[in-house]
């Protein structure tokens, strides 16, 4: 019954946000805070893993690519669809809801213990609209466009450690690159950055805004906010590939 409990809460606070800003410029400002701070805040860890992700990418699948008919293109082709399909929108929200989620929990959280929440409704501002709203939005805007970031440098990662090792040359990497693509998969992957977008975010939010208690329990819930995120990222996105790469497949 507890989880019906939780899912309840969370359903009426995100039904809390909507309402009428009080002073659209505070919610602006909050708004901007919010999109550098989860934008700018993961840029770095993005672009570490993304290239090293198609780096390792490359590397393995020629490792496995044993077969001498076929052509060395073929590793760039399905590096490319792994880094768009799986490794760049599931892998980096996965790396992001341990960075920005925990972020977003350990605030609120904070927030709550210090009883800054209730002293700014105590002045009249809906806390939910002020505090959760600008995060979520952050997060639909800024995720999908680290993920395309990520895509992009993870297939020149890969580019970069096949033309270094010798693997394959850049024109054969260029030539599997452009062969066969099908622009759904990004449809698909731009699809998953914004449901694990908004997951990154309400998820962290819900835990951080209800915390009871001291220190100790703004840790606990920053950890569970992380755990059910990640778990509810691996079922969102086994969801989608059956709704949406099944279905468009027959």
């Not at 995100?14 to 708004?31: H, R």
């Not at 001498?68 to 590096?79: F, H, N």
Request: net charge neutral; proline share 3%; charged share 10%.
């Amino acid at each position: 019954m507890d989880i019906f409990t939780q899912f309840g809460r969370f359903v009426l606070m995100l039904k809390g946000m909507f309402s009428k800003p009080e002073n659209m410029k505070m919610y602006w400002k909050e708004f901007m805070h919010q999109c550098s701070e989860i934008g700018i805040g993961a840029l770095g860890i993005v672009v570490i893993i993304s290239i090293f992700m198609g780096a390792v990418s490359t590397l393995q699948t020629a490792y496995q690519l044993v077969s001498p008919l076929l052509p060395l293109s073929t590793i760039a082709l399905i590096v490319r669809d792994t880094v768009i399909l799986e490794f760049a929108p599931t892998l980096v929200c996965l790396v992001l809801a341990g960075v920005v989620g925990s972020k977003i929990a350990s605030e609120l959280g904070n927030m709550r213990v210090s009883e800054q929440i209730d002293a700014l409704e105590i002045m009249g501002i809906n806390t939910k609209t002020y505090l959760i709203l600008p995060k979520i939005l952050a997060s639909l805007i800024m995720i999908p466009m680290l993920v395309v970031i990520s895509a992009v440098l993870g297939i020149w990662g890969g580019r970069l450690a096949g033309v270094a090792t010798g693997i394959l040359s850049a024109a054969a990497f260029d030539k599997g690159l452009v062969q066969g693509f099908q622009p759904y998969n990004v449809f698909f992957a731009l699809t998953k950055a914004y449901t694990f977008g908004f997951i990154i975010s309400s998820i962290p939010a819900y835990y951080g805004y209800y915390v009871q208690g001291g220190a100790l329990e703004i840790g606990r819930a920053g950890t569970r906010s992380v755990v059910v995120s990640c778990v509810m990222i691996l079922f969102s996105d086994y969801i989608l590939a059956q709704l949406l790469l099944n279905g468009n497949s027959a």
